[in-house]
């Protein structure tokens, strides 16, 4: 990345969040565009990253290796329709729109090198977990690229199948949300049992975030760290029992089923 050129076109939330882990991993200011409609919003990314700034995507494009589209998906299309005259050969298209897929991208664009990625929320905060799928058009040198774009926010995981994304949707990119309803059920619980809601809450936290490092740091996997914590007839086992009993593995991979069936549709619905 020491001398790419990178434009982003929206810039929001993961526009902000890529540009900054970009700017930590050294990548320097002049390497980066943005365009976005929204005055404040130039104004705020110029100032916190020290980028150029622009109302006019073509403007942003103009000398750029790489192409970010990181605008909601339901503007996608006409996004697409109004850089296609623009587009200069040899230039990679990024998107890290949810649902869009790379039939639908290079219908609008052109036979271009895409790169579909899935990033989820934790990007914000460098503790993202992306997919990332290429069409054939993209180079090894261009998948180097889009890989340290990613990377630059937390684990980028490459797919050998663009179906797979709906599977990452339901796994990481929907996954946030399922820790936090299991934080606010073992708050819940906790509370129920006695506590004091800021130390239930306090408690479960700290041991979701200790959890996380223990599986993350550990050479063993998870079901294996937990059978180390679950002595035979004490409190950790009664617990499991119970969840097993309650059906618990199968309410997450329908959970999950229905996250990848929604993506899939969703992809359907916003390619038209
Ligand atoms: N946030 C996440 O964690 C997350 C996770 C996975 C994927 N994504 C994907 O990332 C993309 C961006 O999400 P976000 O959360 O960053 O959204 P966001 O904060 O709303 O950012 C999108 C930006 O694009 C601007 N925009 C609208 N129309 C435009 C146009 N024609 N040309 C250039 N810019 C335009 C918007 O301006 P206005 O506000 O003025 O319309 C806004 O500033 C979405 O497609 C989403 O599916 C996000």
């Not at 939330?13 to 005055?39: C, E, H, K, V």
């Not at 036979?111 to 058009?137: F, K």
């Not at 980028?156 to 399922?178: C, F, K, R």
Request: hydrophobic residues 45%.
């Amino acid at each position: 990345m020491s001398k790419t050129r990178i434009a982003f076109i929206g810039a929001g939330n993961m526009a902000a969040s890529l540009i900054g882990g970009l700017r930590a991993q050294g990548l320097d200011a002049s390497q980066i565009r943005a365009s976005d409609p929204g005055a404040d919003t130039r104004t705020r990314i110029q100032a916190e990253h020290g980028i150029a700034t622009f109302e006019s995507n073509a403007q942003a494009i103009d000398g750029a290796d790489v192409i970010v589209l990181a605008v909601k998906p339901q503007v996608m299309k006409s996004v697409c329709e109004t850089l296609k005259p623009e587009l200069k050969a040899g230039q990679l298209v990024v998107s890290i729109a949810a649902g869009i897929t790379c039939d639908s991208l290079q219908n609008w664009l052109g036979q271009v090198p895409v790169v579909r990625c899935m990033p989820n929320t934790p990007s914000l905060l460098r503790q993202g977990a992306s997919g990332l799928y290429a069409t054939a058009q993209v180079s090894v040198g261009q998948r180097e690229q889009a890989e340290q774009l990613l990377s630059a926010v937390g684990t980028a995981l490459w797919l050998e199948q663009e179906q797979q994304l709906d599977a990452v949707t339901a796994v990481s990119g929907s996954g946030p949300a399922y820790f936090f309803l299991l934080i606010e059920a073992m708050t819940a619980a906790g509370e129920k049992l006695g506590l004091p809601r800021d130390i239930a809450s306090q408690l479960t936290l700290q041991t979701a975030l200790g959890a996380a490092h223990m599986a993350v740091s550990s050479d063993v996997d998870a079901a294996e760290l937990r059978r180390r914590v679950t002595s035979p007839a004490g409190t950790t086992e009664a617990a499991i029992k119970s969840f097993q009993a309650n059906g618990f593995e199968a309410v997450v991979e329908q959970a999950l089923q229905a996250a990848a069936t929604r993506s899939a549709e969703l992809a359907e619905h916003l390619g038209k």
